[in-house]
C-alpha cells in the first residue's frame, strides 16, 4: 500500500478556487492510478476525479467537467485536484486515493486511502 496525506481545503466562496494536493510515501506512487473522492455529510463517497500512472489519461465526474482539473508529479510523488468556480454543492470531505485497478470510477478500486481534506463553499 502506499500513505497518502491530503492537504489545501479551506472555506471559500462561490466563485472561488481552490487546489488540493495528495502527498504518497511507499510503494512506488508511478505505479497507481490516482482518484479524489468527495463525501458530504450523510451521503456516500462519490468520484470526483482520476488519473492514470502515466499522467495522460484523466477523468471526471459530470458535476465537476469543465471547473476541476486534476494533475500529478510522479517525480515529487504528489497528486492535485485544481477546483475553480467552486459551488456550494462542492461542500465535501475530499479524499485522495490510490489504485491498482481499471475501474477508476469506484470506490472498491482503491485499496489506499487519505484521511481527507475539508472544503467547504459558503453562497
Known amino acids: 500500500q502506499v500513505q497518502l496525506v491530503e492537504s489545501g481545503g479551506g472555506l471559500v466562496q462561490a466563485g472561488d478556487s481552490l487546489r488540493l494536493s495528495c502527498a504518497a510515501s511507499?510503494?512506488?506512487?508511478?505505479?497507481?492510478?490516482m482518484g479524489w473522492f468527495r463525501q458530504a455529510p450523510g451521503k456516500e463517497r462519490d468520484f470526483v476525479a482520476a488519473i492514470r500512472w502515466s499522467g495522460d489519461r484523466t477523468y471526471y465526474a459530470d458535476s465537476v467537467k469543465g471547473r476541476f482539473t486534476i494533475s500529478r508529479d510522479n517525480a515529487k510523488n504528489t497528486v492535485y485536484l485544481q477546483m475553480n468556480s467552486l459551488e456550494p454543492e462542492d461542500t465535501a470531505v475530499y479524499y485522495c486515493a490510490a489504485s491498482r485497478a481499471f475501474n477508476y470510477w469506484s470506490t472498491g478500486a482503491y485499496d489506499s486511502w487519505g484521511r481527507g481534506t475539508q472544503v467547504t463553499v459558503s453562497s
Open positions: 511507499g510503494r512506488t506512487f508511478s505505479d497507481y492510478t
